[in-house]
Structures are given as structure tokens and as C-alpha cells.
């Protein structure tokens, strides 16, 4: 059993930052990726920003520059660092990770349960 527990949403004006957290947990022999995807209201999630293990941060064109990605892979934790926020950034964040469960298994897909982010005056 896999967990990926989301945290750090809320409510911010624009201009403003968040800071968003995804840890997993559960049995896991290994991460191969762990990002952020977003959907807003009546639209598609859509992805934000992902990492590789040993790799360097993709963003989607609209957050570069404004968004940082990281991952403690210590911890099994991303964190998603949220500046110069802007009403179009409001959306469900959805926490991804690409996981081994086990040495021989097959990568899976896991989503935290989303968290609410809401940008405006």
C-alpha cells in the first residue's frame, strides 16, 4: 500500500506564495518521479511540474520562473515553492509519483488526494 498525503494549500492574494508538500509513504522501493498536476473548475488536469530520480525539474511554460520543484529523496517528499502567484494558478493540486513497490514490480502511477489552491484578492 502506497500513500502520497498532500498539505500546504489555501487561500493567497496574488503576488503572493505557497508552498505545497508530498510525502509518500507506504512500501516503496523506489520513486522514479514525483510532480505536481493541477485541474481547474470545468478543465482537464494538466501537469505542472515533475521530476526525475537524478534528474532536473520540468515545467509547464506558464509557472517557469515562478515555481520551484524539489524532492528530498531521503524523505520521500516533494515540495512545490509557489511565488508570484495569479488568479489563472487557482486549481486542485494533485500530487504524482511513479513507484516500485517492490524490487521486480512494475512502476505504478499514485495520487495524493489533492489540495485546494486559491489565488485572488
Known amino acids: 500500500q502506497v500513500q502520497l498525503v498532500e498539505s500546504g494549500g489555501g487561500l493567497v492574494q496574488p503576488g503572493g506564495s505557497l508552498r505545497l508538500s508530498c510525502a509518500a509513504s507506504g512500501s516503496i522501493f523506489s520513486i522514479s518521479a514525483m510532480g505536481w498536476y493541477r485541474q481547474a473548475p470545468g478543465k482537464e488536469r494538466k501537469l505542472v511540474a515533475l521530476i526525475t530520480f537524478g534528474g532536473s525539474p520540468n515545467y509547464v511554460d506558464s509557472v517557469k520562473g515562478r515555481f520551484t520543484l524539489s524532492r528530498d529523496n531521503t524523505k520521500n517528499t516533494a515540495y512545490l515553492q509557489m511565488n508570484s502567484l495569479k488568479p489563472e494558478d487557482t486549481a486542485v493540486y494533485y500530487c504524482?509519483?511513479?513507484?516500485?513497490?517492490?524490487?521486480?514490480?512494475?512502476?505504478?502511477?499514485?495520487w495524493g488526494q489533492g489540495t485546494q489552491v486559491t489565488v485572488s484578492s
Open positions: 504524482y509519483a511513479l513507484i516500485k513497490q517492490t524490487e521486480y514490480a512494475s512502476l505504478r502511477d499514485y
